[in-house]
């Protein structure tokens, strides 16, 4: 056989086995807000860490949107930082019934005055994330301050399913989150987009001590807390949007799961006009969507997808969205071993790859966050730190969460994307994205052990166009490498996260 021909056969041989995928543009779905993480609870330390130039490199790997001499970026460009609101258990110390790396500093003092000093490390974050570009920065509050709880303390403990927040005291709550947004913006230059009061209101544990601050609230608790929030900030003159409420479990936001009545159905009991003593549809400042978490709905994977497509349509009859706002590895993670013990590895990269998809084309999510920016030896933390040394460490799953931060801007709208072959959670998964500025970017997820050879095309055209693909896997030096452009054509190596983003002529 002449050896142009074996060539050509070869060719034709691997592209029969090429899987082709369309970018359906008569189609648009969500648009996409943003990318996040918090700085719960690391930031209050590494921000008062005497090594400027590690606080320089935390700040560059999570915010930066720049690329280094070789094009490579030199940050997975976050779109969105939390910022968790204290609560005042730190001042308490060992009374407080907390652990000490999970107490937070409160802006509130005690005799009713306010110390724009407090919570200095993560100020130091919010800043820094805004000399780097983060457009969006929302605060979150995992208990009230202790001076306004039944318990006096910012933890749940001793109590039952309710809010620990003193009956007379829905106002002042209102007053200090109001106080807390001005004083931010005066005081450190920080606007606060949006706020979120409550945290896990449902979560079937109650938040009991010692662990961290936190406390249940029914429905009824939480509208009341954004009615009054809402009016606090209409009358400051505020623009920051009100939002609700942190479900702690997708289940919690389409039924009861593992609580009352009170405390379930999230959705309906917003947004229903039915539900007319937690109906929030007509309140200033609240926008028409739910944060939630999806802890514990990530397998099996099948149960994944479907949970999120009753979640996208259950959403869609009450004409709200969706924002994923919360995740880390649980133990119930069992596919990457549980969340015990970090882990750098594309192991639980490419688990939390396939979550974002999940969470990006079935449940439509509008904003996708991750739990703690910086965490220890447990697969919470995009960043793994060493607190005695105060050195830290980049991971696999940071970079593979920049495939979509980095690339994915705020105003994008997501396409959807069609194929012959079915989707596969084990093997490979593409989502399609336009950013304001009409560029595409694809996400090309291979879960598998083997490479696959894929082509791709912007609608139907046959007209080429040319991509550059940025890959994140095991290999040395690939957080986001830069690799040859393609026009559409490209084989995605084995265990891998490649984003092509669309090079304009």
Sequence with gaps: ????????????????????YVIDTK???????HFGASDAWSMQTIGLWPEEERQQQIADWLFSTENDANGQPKGIGLSLWRFNL???????????????????????????????????????????????????????LNSPPVYFTENELATNTGRDGTLNLRSECYDAFAQFMAECMAGLEREHGIHIDYISPVNEPDGHWNWQGPKQEGSPATNWEISEVARKTSAAFTEKGLTTQIMVNESSDLRCLLGIYKTSWERGNAIASFWSKDSTLTHLGDTPLVPRLMLAHSYWTNTP?????KIRVDLRNRLKKYNAKFWQSEICIMDNDKEIGGGGGYDFSMKTALYVARIIHHDLCYANAESWSWWRACGGNYKDGLIRVFERQHQAKDSRLMWALGNYSRFIRPGAVRYEISSKEKEDPYGVMLSAYQNKDGSWVIVAINYSETEKPISFTVGRSSASATWRPYRTSDADGE???????????????????????????
Excluded at 9 to 17: E, G, N, P, T, Y
Excluded at 103 to 111: K, S, V
């Design 301 to 305: 994977v099948d149960y994944m997808k």
């Design 86 to 140: 204290g609560a005042g258990s730190a001042e308490q110390g060992d009374s407080s019934y907390i652990n000490k790396g999970t107490r937070t500093e409160c802006f509130l003092r005690f005799d009713g005055s306010y110390d724009w000093t407090r919570q200095a490390g993560q100020v130091k974050f919010l800043k820094m994330a805004k000399e780097r570009g983060v457009p969006k920065f929302l605060a979150f």
């Design 27 to 33: 189609h648009p779905q969500q648009v996409i807000q």
């Design 479 to 505: 957080t986001l490498k830069p690799l040859d452009p393609c026009s559409g054509e490209a084989t995605l190596a084995p265990r891998s996260v490649t984003t092509f983003v669309g090079v304009k002529s």
């Design 1 to 20: 056989m002449k050896p142009l021909l074996t060539v050509a056969l070869l060719l034709l041989s691997i592209a029969a086995k090429s899987q082709t």
